[in-house]
């Protein structure tokens, strides 16, 4: 199937308007809440942990309030994929979007770091949850002339995450007023009721769950059925490699800017360096938006799979690129808004993908399980870049900044691994997910 963007959304109306605005709120938030703690984590950290905390202490809690995050992503995702199928897709997204607020919220009054641990634990069983539900709901509602462009639409909110936690960041007076930022956060509470007051279930869920009540949400189904096994375990190898790089690579692209501001000579508590910072993040931000939204063409000119390749191709090439030449701030900007683009267009493929490779019985269950079992791996990223930058300034003495680049250009590798799981999968362009 080759749909042009004007015959793609021809003969589509309010109730899709309706499910696609809602769904992609509720991603929008999901992901602010998620990059917000990026930004103002070691400031929390530095705060709950007391003056007398080591900087080596600081940089450690805060990668474990990271890797915590993603486990709890992945956990919900596990969880709420099952429920998602069995409970419905409306109802569960509505309790997630209330868990990950109402705890992204009490985040703002922690007294330990330990309790700040906790909370963000139980915040990411939400935000891990909302996806599977929305993405389900999205293949299911909309016909297959239109579904990779609502799926990728859909993934494009995490750009809009993104720029939101900047701005609220910004907003509240800097990471170091982290507990108002958090106490933010939990506006997206009111998100839940408009999903249960304006959207009904996909009536392919519905259908599936009065012919087979007792198979919706059947963990065990996929392995045990033969082709359900072999797409579930493609489509988790593909993903494992590429969230795992994804976030040893675009999130130390922080780091790499900070780095390269001070190299300038510029202190991190001047006005000239939270402007500049601010606006290369939004810059980055803007690139994975245009990676977002740009997969999706692609995946329908040259089918799921090629699209799949094309991007990881470009992610392999670009990143390293990005993190070894990045030699002044313009560069920085070009070179990250590239590479930006190729990494972010990934996971418009996961969105779009997934979801066509169960049938509805068990679709959030299988989507929910490949997306989010990956996170448990790329939960261990960010110490792992730790450790890995500690150990080339100790064992070949080479600074910080450089440490950073070159750790990120040698993660980016794993795009060359998840690479290898695309020929295992399907292709499952223009397929109907009717009367599954």
């Known amino acids: 199937m080759n749909q042009t963007v004007p015959g793609a959304f021809s003969g589509l109306g309010r109730k899709h308007a309706l499910v696609l605005g809602i769904s992609y709120l509720g991603w929008v938030f999901d992901i602010m809440d998620m990059f917000l703690l990026v930004l103002v984590k070691d400031s929390a950290m530095r705060e709950l942990l007391g003056p007398a905390a080591s900087g080596d202490s600081v940089k450690a809690y805060a990668a474990y309030a990271v890797s915590l995050t993603l486990v709890g992503w992945s956990l919900g995702g596990l969880i709420f994929g099952v429920i998602t199928d069995k409970w419905g897709r409306t109802r569960t997204m509505a309790l997630t979007i209330v868990i990950y607020s109402v705890f992204t919220g009490l985040c703002g009054f922690a007294q330990t770091a330990q309790q700040l641990l906790i909370l963000r634990f139980i915040a990411a069983l939400g935000i891990g949850g909302e996806w599977a539900a929305g993405a389900s709901i999205i293949a299911e509602v909309f016909p297959a002339r239109s579904r990779a462009w609502g799926a990728g639409i859909l993934q494009s909110a995490s750009a809009v995450?993104?720029?939101?936690?900047?701005?609220?960041?910004?907003?509240?007076?800097?990471?170091?007023?982290?507990r108002h930022a958090f106490i933010a956060g939990a506006i997206p509470a009111v998100l839940a009721v408009l999903v249960r007051m304006g959207m009904s279930e996909p009536e392919a869920?519905?259908?599936?769950k009065s012919k087979a009540a007792e198979k919706?949400?059947?963990?065990?189904?996929?392995?045990?059925?033969?082709?359900?096994?072999?797409?579930?375990?493609?489509?988790?190898?593909?993903?494992?490699?590429?969230?795992?790089?994804?976030w040893c690579t675009n999130f130390e692209a922080n780091n790499s800017l900070v780095n390269l501001l001070k190299g300038q000579g510029l202190l991190p508590s001047s006005d000239e360096f939270k402007n500049l910072k601010t606006q290369g993040l939004l810059i980055m931000t803007v690139g994975n938006l245009a990676g977002f939204l740009g997969y999706i063409p692609i995946a329908e000119k040259t089918g799921r799979k090629w699209a799949f390749a094309i991007f990881h191709l470009g992610s392999l090439i670009s990143m390293p690129i990005a993190f070894l030449y990045s030699g002044d701030y313009y560069t920085w900007l070009a070179l990250f808004f590239v590479a930006g683009a190729f990494t972010s267009g990934i996971y418009t493929g996961y969105t779009i993908t997934f979801p066509e490779l169960f049938p509805t019985r068990v679709r959030a269950t299988g989507a929910?399980?490949?997306?989010?079992?990956?996170?448990?791996?790329?939960?261990?990223?960010?110490?792992?870049?730790?450790?890995?930058?500690?150990?080339?300034?100790g064992s070949y003495a080479v600074s910080d900044a450089r440490a950073v680049a070159l750790a990120g250009a040698l993660m980016a590798g794993l795009y060359f691994c998840a690479a290898l799981f695309i020929p295992m999968l399907p292709e499952t362009r223009g397929i109907s997910l009717d009367g599954e």
């Not at 995450?161 to 982290?178: D, H, P, T, Y």
């Not at 869920?205 to 599936?208: E, G, K, P, R, S």
Request: hydrophobic share 55%.
């Open 216 to 246: 919706t949400g059947a963990l065990r189904e996929l392995f045990s059925n033969p082709e359900l096994r072999r797409r579930m375990l493609a489509a988790t190898g593909l993903a494992l490699f590429g969230i795992a790089a994804y």
């Open 368 to 393: 929910g399980f490949c997306y989010n079992v990956s996170r448990v791996v790329a939960a261990k990223g960010p110490p792992v870049m730790a450790q890995l930058q500690a150990f080339l300034i």
């Open 161 to 178: 995450g993104f720029m939101a936690a900047i701005v609220l960041e910004r907003a509240v007076g800097g990471s170091q007023n982290w």
């Open 205 to 208: 869920w519905v259908a599936a």
